[in-house]
């Protein structure tokens, strides 16, 4: 379109409906009740000190700025009382399509000392059209995160509130809007996530009117943000992204643009040590653990809590970042240099933002902890409260600590965790003061990769993605809880981001019994690791373990560079998942069984994301064995490894088959679907699920 038909579009206005103001009703983007907007305001701010203005805030564009992939507008606000806000809001495309929305709002120059501004809300929000009538957002629970919740849009606000001081295991985590009946592969979806690690609030408003927005704000007490003269409050940043191929077609954008900005890392195979060992550390406990993890090929060990002073349980010692002598006389150095001389950089278990009542610091500095004296209010949650990073002292001091920790030993990781809700105030400074320290410890030893862990996945989000380069997608390392996890939030992030371990046979929450096979080709979809006292694991399986490893460094390219695709299947029995090459030369698909087939013989498996102008070979990759079947004979013309190998029936199972292109031929050739198990996709995984004792 020319300028002057955009500029005809742009000038156009809708009816004026009957019983509504006289003016045309279009929303701007910072719609409120002086435009005759009925619907919740995205500003709301008052002076302290001072009478409320009779009338809403009017505000005015004062300027424009624009670019190919950015449009800035200056907007001025005012109430009966004279100007209030100055608002700067910055829409822009990345490069990999994906739209961000920026706002900041200064309070007046001239402001008198007396006075303040008092900000409760700036919300972004963005309207999309009334065939977007279906909603998908989540929610969850510690070891069950991301959570799918579908139903149609009604009228009114879908307003999801987190008051966690973190996302939280149930966050909304994406807002998504879409035609009826979208899906993984199909139909035209509209999705919103808030950038932030803090307390926020999103969801989607519907009027009679017509209007339809997606909202997102950071979720402020009273008070919280108070502006004097001249000073400006930032929003955390709102990501929106649309797409007309479904929620892969979500993750077509997101998942190139995460690449871009999360800080870039190597993905070595991990051991962690925190269901090996729990509390009960010493270099003689640990020791045969680093060997064994040395002679399966594992790049990474890391140490987890119970190696500081103090620290015999969950109950004490949070904050006091020394070594305990008892448990190691001579410090981390051993331990270290054995690491090392297996060829494996050393990784560290830390909780920064938190404090035992029971403990040094607490003792020392109990003005630090965001708790009453007697530390019953807020309750502890998990016998522990938050220290209170927004007080400078106390953030220098954890600086200090960390930085002479990462000095002394050649700690290369740190697993930073977050193990309880905030549940006091100054979310927002507590916030903010986390990313100083971020940024501050990553500007120091820009060698040391860093990963979010919140309980597992209770602060997985794009404002910290830029600050931290894994997330713990869970605590569960139960491989059937993980695929509808790791599926989810694998949306959003791209599968190198996502730690996903192999656990013990037994899942250490669940209580239920996988077989390896299942449990490996299940960790095998994202930043792989193991965390499994493998000292007690058979020969078979270690075996097992070493040629897994193998294959995981050797996947890593496609695995960690690739597209994330997924089927829509019938029934809740299976999954089908996996990864193709940009060029569409190869990929790695899954089938995952999950649950006994609901008919005699399953649908044929259908390979997402291939070029159907290219004919492939289909090579299934098997770990620990062919995947089970259940039959009387194989179909017809099926691979025989896959067919006349497999046996026994499984009521979940995973099998990964590696597709490769051979030549431009009419469509790519698959799998039949032979089983209850299914068939063969990259590396093979087999577990059987048994209920919980």
């Known amino acids: 379109m020319s300028e002057s038909e955009l500029a005809d579009v742009a000038g156009a206005s809708p009816a004026i409906a009957p019983s509504s103001p006289d003016i045309p009703l279009a929303p701007s983007v910072l719609a409120g009740a002086a435009e ?13 000190g001072m009478p409320a203005s009779r009338l809403p805030a009017r505000i005015r564009l004062t300027g424009l700025d624009r670019d190919p992939l950015a449009v800035t507008a200056h ?22 399509g994906v739209m961000t929305i920026g706002l900041d709002a200064t309070a007046p120059h001239d402001l008198p000392p007396e006075l303040r501004i008092d900000l409760h809300r700036l919300a972004a929000a963005v309207g999309i059209p009334r065939r977007a009538s279906e909603l998908l957002d989540f929610s969850g629970l510690w070891a069950g995160e991301r959570r799918p919740w579908r139903g149609a849009v ?15 295991h149930d966050a909304p985590f994406l807002t998504v809007a879409g035609t009826p009946g979208f899906g993984f592969r199909s139909g035209e979806v509209w999705a919103l996530h808030h950038a932030w690690s803090g307390d926020s609030s999103t969801g989607v408003e519907s009027l009679p009117t017509g209007h339809r927005r997606l909202i997102a ?54 051991l962690n040590t925190w269901e090996a060992v729990y509390f009960e550390q010493s270099l003689d406990s640990v020791a045969p653990l680093v060997d064994a993890a040395g002679d399966l090929g594992v790049e990474r060990f890391v140490l987890d809590d119970g190696w500081f002073a103090g620290r015999r349980d969950d109950r004490r010692a949070l904050g006091d970042w020394t070594v305990d002598s008892e448990r190691w006389p001579d410090g981390l150095h051993p331990l270290a240099e054995r690491v090392t001389a297996r060829g494996m950089d050393l990784g560290l278990w830390v909780e ?19 708790a009453t004296p007697d530390a019953t209010v807020p309750p502890t949650w998990r016998f522990q409260h938050t220290l209170d990073l927004a007080q400078p002292e106390a953030a220098a001091h954890l600086l200090a600590a960390l930085s002479a920790l990462l000095e002394e030993y050649p700690i290369r990781f740190l697993k930073w965790d977050h193990n309880r809700d905030h549940m006091a105030g100054a979310s927002a400074a507590h916030t903010r003061a986390l990313y100083a320290l971020l940024d501050a410890l990553r500007e120091r030893f820009p060698e040391v990769s860093i990963e979010s862990c919140a309980s597992g996945g209770g602060r997985i989000d794009l404002g910290i993605v830029t600050r931290v380069h894994r997330f713990w997608t869970s605590d569960t390392n139960d491989a059937l809880e993980r695929q509808r996890i790791q599926r989810y939030t694998g949306i959003l992030l791209p599968p190198e981001l996502l730690g996903g371990h192999v656990g013990a046979p037994r899942a250490h929450i669940t209580g ?22 493998v000292t007690r694991a058979s020969d078979d399986d270690r075996a097992a373990l070493r040629q897994w490893v193998e294959q995981v460094k050797a996947l890593r390219p496609l695995l960690h560079g690739g597209r994330t695709v997924r089927t829509d299947e019938p029934d809740d029995s299976r999954l089908v998942h996996g990864v193709v090459a940009h060029d569409g030369a190869e990929a790695l698909i899954a089938l995952v069984t999950l649950g006994a087939s609901p008919v005699a013989v399953p649908p044929p498996l259908r390979f997402p994301g291939l070029d159907p102008e290219r004919r492939y070979r289909v090579e299934p990759i098997e770990l620990d064995g062919p995947p089970r079947a259940v039959q009387d004979a194989p179909p017809r013309g099926s691979p025989p490894a896959a067919s006349r190998r497999a046996v026994g029936p499984s009521p979940s199972s995973g ?24 068939p063969n996709p990259a590396r093979t995984a087999r577990p059987r699920s048994r209920p919980r004792r």
Not at 36 to 48: D, E, F, H
Not at 82 to 89: A, D, E, H, K
Not at 512 to 532: C, K, N, Q, V
Not at 655 to 678: A, I
Request: aromatic letters at 4%.
């Open 154 to 168: 009604r009228d009114g606000v879908h307003l999801r509130e987190q008051r966690h001081g973190r996302p939280g």
């Open 512 to 533: 239920r019994t996988h077989d390896l096979s299942f449990r490996l080709a299940t960790a095998l979809f994202g930043h792989a690791g193991i965390e499994w006292d």
């Open 352 to 370: 920064p933002e938190m404090v035992s009542p029971e403990s040094r610091l607490a003792a020392e500095h109990p003005e630090w902890m965001l």
């Open 217 to 270: 704000a950071e979720l402020l007490d009273p008070g919280e943000i108070s502006l004097a003269a001249g000073e400006t409050y930032t929003a955390p940043e709102t990501v929106l992204v649309h797409s007309l191929a479904g929620l892969d077609g979500l993750s077509d954008r997101l998942h190139p643009y995460v690449r871009r900005i999360s800080p870039p890392t190597s993905r070595p195979v991990v």
């Open 655 to 678: 099998c990964p088959c590696r597709c490769s292109r051979r030549s431009r031929r009419s469509c790519c050739t698959p799998v039949p679907s032979t089983s209850r198990s299914g």
């Open 36 to 48: 005759g907007w009925t619907g919740l305001p995205a500003l709301v701010a008052r002076r302290s």
């Open 75 to 96: 907007l001025e606000a005012e109430d009966d009382h004279g100007p209030l806000l100055s608002i700067r809001w910055r829409l822009a495309l990345s490069p990999e």
